[in-house]
């Protein structure tokens, strides 16, 4: 079973930095569609940001300007830079790969957590 990995989180001081990657544990088939996901205490999961193949990339209203979301396709990786980064901006980071074939991949979550 292929699984999606996470990595690059941790804690960070407001108005810092941190970049978030995703790689897949074999090969997946027809990714159409990659994002990252989080969900916060207490609260549902939530998207941050898509990256379709092809169509115009999409971000919550919360994080534009200052995260940015970028994929290869040749390694079949996507990474979340966050930039600026604030308390609400704490959660547990999901990736996600949508195939054209309906298979949908999750990885694990990869803690943030922003405080000074």
């Known amino acids: 079973q292929v699984q999606l990995v996470e990595s690059g989180g941790g804690l960070v001081q407001p108005g810092g930095s941190l970049r978030l990657s995703c790689a897949a544990s074999?090969?997946?088939?027809?990714?159409?569609?990659m994002g990252w996901y989080r969900q916060a205490p207490g609260k549902e999961r939530d998207l941050v940001a898509i990256?379709?193949?092809?169509?115009?990339?999409n971000y919550a209203d919360s994080v534009k300007g200052r995260f940015t979301i970028s994929r290869d396709n040749g390694k079949n990786t996507v990474d979340l830079q966050m930039n600026s980064l604030k308390p609400e901006d704490t959660g547990v980071y999901y990736c996600?790969?949508?195939?054209?074939?309906?298979?949908?991949?999750w990885g694990q979550g990869t803690q943030v957590t922003v405080s000074s």
């Open positions: 996600n790969y949508h195939t054209i074939f309906g298979g949908d991949y």
């Open positions: 074999g090969k997946i088939f027809g990714i159409n569609r």
């Open positions: 990256i379709p193949s092809g169509d115009s990339i």
